[in-house]
């Protein structure tokens, strides 16, 4: 099967940066997107940005700017740089892809806890 592996979570001061990292690992053909989203306490979970396989971006409107996402399709991995962290990102933010095993399936990372306070 597929694993999604994050890292890179952790406790940072409002104005702060943090890079997450997740890795998939597996019997894998193809990764087609990859993305990540956040789930905060009480809410839903949302979309945070997505990258397609050939580099096309997406963002949610609370992150432009201050969020950039990449991947690396020879490593199989997709990165979120964090800048300008706000109290209100603190959440678990889980990786997401879309993977070619035998057929297409969607998978999910464990989630890693950001938080955002001084």
């Known amino acids: 099967q597929v694993q999604l592996v994050e890292s890179g979570g952790g406790l940072v001061q409002p104005g702060g940066s943090l890079r997450l990292s997740c890795a998939a690992s597996?019997?894998?053909?193809?990764?087609?997107?990859m993305g990540w989203y956040r789930q905060a306490p009480g809410k839903q979970r949302e979309l945070v940005a997505a990258i397609t396989r050939g580099g096309s971006t997406n963002y949610a409107d609370s992150v432009k700017g201050r969020f950039t996402i990449s991947r690396d399709n020879a490593k199989n991995t997709v990165y979120l740089l964090m800048n300008s962290l706000k109290p209100e990102d603190t959440a678990v933010y889980y990786c997401?892809?879309?993977?070619?095993?035998?057929?297409?399936?969607?998978?999910w990372g464990q989630g890693t806890q950001v938080t955002v306070s001084s």
């Open positions: 997401n892809a879309e993977v070619l095993l035998a057929i297409w399936g969607v998978y």
């Open positions: 597996g019997s894998i053909f193809s990764i087609n997107a």
